[in-house]
């Protein structure tokens, strides 16, 4: 079992930065591949990006790409999602996950999700 729990997300303003964690639990964390998704109200589930459990292999959607990073530390159990740049577009409730192999933008192959939490950005 690993449970996720994401913070670090906020009200901004366009052009503006945040970076989200999502801490899981469990001591087999560094075996998980380790996505990110956003869900906009009235839209569905959305990759945003994903990181291979060493964190040698990334994946970003194309619309975030050059903006939003993605990292691990597995010393920490944790993962980030260093987003620049943010579009009012963005405003989402954004999920980490964690899938026994990636990384992988399909929300399929993740077998645990955090709560979420609710990115909004302001124009």
């Known amino acids: 079992q690993v449970q996720l729990v994401e913070s670090g997300g906020g009200l901004v303003q366009a052009g503006d930065s945040l970076r989200l964690s999502c801490a899981a639990s469990?001591?087999?964390?560094?075996?998980?591949?380790m996505g990110w998704f956003r869900q906009a109200p009235g839209k569905e589930r959305e990759f945003v990006s994903a990181i291979s459990y060493s964190g040698a292999r990334t994946m970003y959607a194309d619309s975030v790409k050059g903006r939003f990073t993605i990292s691990r530390d597995n010393a920490k159990n944790t993962v980030y999602l260093q987003m620049n740049s943010l579009k009012p577009e963005e405003t989402a409730v954004y999920y980490c996950?964690?899938?026994?192999?990636?990384?992988?933008?399909?929300?399929?192959?993740?077998?645990?999700w955090g709560q979420g939490t609710q990115v909004t950005i302001s124009s």
């Open positions: 996950a964690a899938a026994p192999r990636g990384p992988d933008s399909r929300p399929g192959v993740y077998d645990y």
């Open positions: 469990g001591r087999t964390f560094s075996r998980y591949a």
